[in-house]
């Protein structure tokens, strides 16, 4: 181990090559308080530790390594809120409180242990955690000591050390086209029956049908324009967002029976805005309430299921109709790349991944193609 003094701290380096700068801040309550920070080369280390000088000379606070990694999770989780879509930003906000900062939190940032780590995952599978909620805190957890690797808070990030949980993943669960059509019968008195026709004929996602204002319907041509979404901020209240992806803002065509069936739900608004009347709120939205405000998501698939019960279908996710349009285009033979285009994945492997259970039909399909062309 080499070691190097600059007068106020120490610069040296461990056995497993990795530099560290240490700094004494004085005492405080009687206890001594240091900062240590971590480079990969001697360079790094030693303006992560001039820094520390420069705010300790300026008056600024300090973090010591005696942060816990609660303290630390609770100020990383707070910082990200701006940099990260809300509804993100709030289950990063739920797997801290929940279950990080609880089975971490009393444990020093700097003293944390890659078995630290595999036993908090491990307690939470114990508690009942679903292994996809553990494999989220996990990564939750990466991603907030990989800034603080990054700033030479800590040597590693141990996160990176453990292994996620198995996720076993059930079967996608969708409607064939039968299902749906008794589905569209059962809703045809329904207010609400435009929307499931044009989630089981586009294939977009709820936030993004909530979304949709006539400014983005082209009765013309038949199409429309998904250009954002319409799902809950930070503190839980409805807001609309930019769409998730680059490649989620998109046109998607329709057909005629569509176009249709939204013309005749114009119609059907219109008159509840006239019996609203002052009441109304406009925002030009396509579904609202029967007063014009946005629709809440959560009452949309209460309806839905609804729906499902009196059609003597089985109990499904509103996104349900999302997978069901997918798979039934991928089924009827629409090509991988435009059923990506009209979902809005970036690639069609993407959809293909996510649609695996339709590949082995679409395997044999080809296979008696080839067999009926060839011959033998």
Same mark, same amino acid.
């Given at each position: 181990?080499?070691?190097?003094? $600059? ?7 461990? +056995? ?23 480079? +990969? ?10 820094? %520390? ?82 494999? $989220? ?5 990466? =991603?907030?000591?990989?800034?603080? /690797?990054?700033?030479?808070? !800590?040597?590693? $990030? ?21 299902? %749906? ?6 809703? +045809? ?22 979304? #949709? =204002? ?13 250009? =954002? ?14 769409? +998730? &992806? ?5 046109? !998607?065509?329709?057909?005629?029976? &569509? ?12 008159? /509840? *805005? ?16 029967? %007063? ?7 009452? %949309? #698939?209460?309806?839905? *299921? ?43 492997? !993407? ?26």
């Amino acid at each position: 181990m080499s070691r190097r003094g $600059n007068g106020e701290g120490n610069l040296y380096q461990r +056995k497993d090559g990795l530099w560290t700068g240490r700094v004494s801040l004085g005492y405080a309550g009687g206890k001594r308080r240091r900062k240590v920070v971590y480079g +990969k080369t001697r360079r790094e280390a030693a303006e992560r530790l001039t820094a %520390v000088l420069r705010a300790r000379q300026q008056g600024l606070p300090v973090a010591t390594e005696r942060l816990t990694v609660a303290a630390y999770l609770l100020r990383w989780v707070a910082g990200a809120r701006t940099s990260v879509r809300a509804s993100t930003w709030r289950r990063y906000e739920e797997l801290t409180r929940l279950h990080l900062a609880p089975r971490l939190g009393s444990i020093g940032l700097s003293k944390l242990s890659p078995a630290d780590v595999s036993a908090a995952l491990a307690g939470m599978l114990e508690a009942g955690s679903a292994p996809g909620t553990v494999r $989220n805190a996990r990564v939750v957890l990466g =991603r907030a000591l990989r800034e603080a /690797e990054a700033a030479g808070t !800590i040597a590693r $990030n141990v996160a990176r050390l453990t292994r996620p949980p198995r996720v076993t993943h059930e079967e996608m669960r969708t409607l064939d086209a039968t299902q %749906v059509q008794a589905l569209l019968r059962v809703a +045809k008195d329904d207010r609400l029956r435009a929307l499931f026709l044009l989630a089981f004929s586009t294939g977009a996602r709820q936030g993004e049908l909530l979304a #949709t =204002r006539w400014s983005d319907v082209d009765f013309v041509a038949g199409g429309v324009r998904v250009v =954002r979404t319409l799902g809950r901020d930070a503190e839980g209240r409805l807001a609309f967002g930019e769409p +998730k &992806t680059a490649a989620s803002r998109r046109t !998607i065509p329709l057909g005629p029976s &569509t176009v249709e069936a939204l013309r005749s739900h114009r119609r059907l608004q219109a008159e /509840e *805005r006239l019996r609203a009347g002052s009441a109304w709120q406009d925002q030009g939205l396509v579904f609202t309430t029967e %007063v014009g405000e946005p629709l809440d998501g959560r009452e %949309v #698939t209460r309806s839905f *299921r609804q729906l499902l019960a009196r059609a003597g279908l089985p109990r499904l996710r509103f996104h349900d109709a999302r997978h069901s349009a997918a798979t039934l285009m991928l089924e009827a033979g629409t090509n991988p790349k435009v059923v990506a285009e009209r979902l809005g994945h970036s690639t069609p492997t !993407i959809t293909l991944q996510v649609y695996s259970h339709v590949t082995a039909t679409m395997q044999r399909d080809a296979a008696a193609l080839l067999d009926r062309a060839i011959g033998g």
